[in-house]
């Protein structure tokens, strides 16, 4: 499936979820960016990456040279109907990696003479192949090079790019049922897959401290499942000490182990926020919101 294909399928399966607990992480998320785009310099281009259809996002207070990115090829109608703007738009893959992660596992499904390989050896050639792959977030280094942005919002997007390239995977495999059939969370590739995610979240990030822009930026930090009463603590590390609960929780780490504030060692830091957010019946996510000067 494509990446377009798969981000449409993806944002309208989050639109059509219920929102009614939703309520206090929207007013976080649009004070959050909302500060970033009013003290945005006006002379310089704003990106937002992960655009979306907006929900976040309070696009009123973007400047008129603030562009949109997101691949899903609905995100700018979306954005238009919710805010009455139809901003300048690039729909490429902003992590360079998506697109060559596909390509190489379709290749593993198919023998040199054209047969196809069992599912079996196609998986365990693709633990092989994968540390060869390096992603390199080409089109945004090119665009940031160019346009030379004075901020860039980054709309809680870096928890979504190991979902992405999971179910990118699952497709070429066949579904995600079929997919959990074959790997085991501690089989090799699923090993050699968070290594990967962990090459394309230290590769963005990179691009974003290099970048010479202000950044503001929310992500999930951890995804906690189940109906526990959930607190949180100081901030620590191990950053799982922070969250607090009388019972034993199954988390889920979205950013594969990378630590955001690390990767920004040396710059100032504007803002640090974090919160609960339910996404769902028994889903809850701890988002962590980090601003930083150019």
């Keep these: 499936m494509s990446l377009s294909k798969l981000l449409a399928r993806e944002q309208r399966a989050f639109l059509h979820r219920s929102r009614g607990p939703w309520g206090p992480h929207l007013a976080k998320a649009r004070a959050f960016f909302g500060e970033g785009l009013k003290g945005a310099d006006s002379g310089r281009p704003v990106l937002i990456l992960g655009a979306g259809s907006g929900l976040e996002l309070p696009w009123g207070l973007a400047p008129k040279n603030t562009v949109g990115w997101d691949a899903d090829p609905w995100s700018r109608w979306r954005t238009c109907l919710r805010h009455q703007r139809f901003p300048e738009w690039v729909f490429d893959d902003f992590t360079g990696g998506i697109a060559e992660l596909e390509a190489t596992a379709r290749r593993t499904l198919m023998?040199?003479?054209?047969?196809?390989?069992?599912?079996?050896?196609?998986?365990?050639?693709?633990?092989?192949?994968?540390?060869?792959?390096?992603?390199?977030?080409?089109?945004?280094?090119?665009?940031?090079?160019?346009?030379?942005?004075?901020?860039i919002v980054v709309a809680n997007v870096l928890g979504q790019i190991g979902s992405v390239a999971q179910r990118t995977l699952e497709s070429t495999f066949g579904g995600a049922e079929a997919w959990a059939a074959h790997v085991e969370p501690t089989d090799p590739l699923a090993v050699e897959v968070e290594a990967w995610i962990r090459r394309v979240l230290e590769a963005f990030l990179k691009c974003l401290r290099e970048s010479g822009a202000e950044v503001w930026m929310i992500h999930d930090r951890a995804v906690i499942w189940g109906h526990s009463s959930i607190t949180l603590g100081p901030p620590r590390d191990p950053w799982l000490d922070q969250i607090q609960s009388q019972v034993a929780l199954e988390v889920s780490d979205p950013l594969c182990g990378i630590d955001v504030r690390a990767n920004f060692l040396g710059k100032h830091e504007l803002r640090f926020d974090r919160w609960l957010w339910p996404v769902g019946t028994g889903q809850l996510h701890m988002m962590e919101a980090l601003a930083y000067s150019s």
């Design 111 to 151: 023998l040199p003479t054209g047969r196809s390989r069992p599912t079996e050896r196609a998986l365990q050639r693709l633990a092989g192949l994968l540390p060869s792959l390096k992603p390199v977030p080409r089109s945004l280094t090119e665009w940031v090079a160019l346009r030379r942005p004075g901020t």
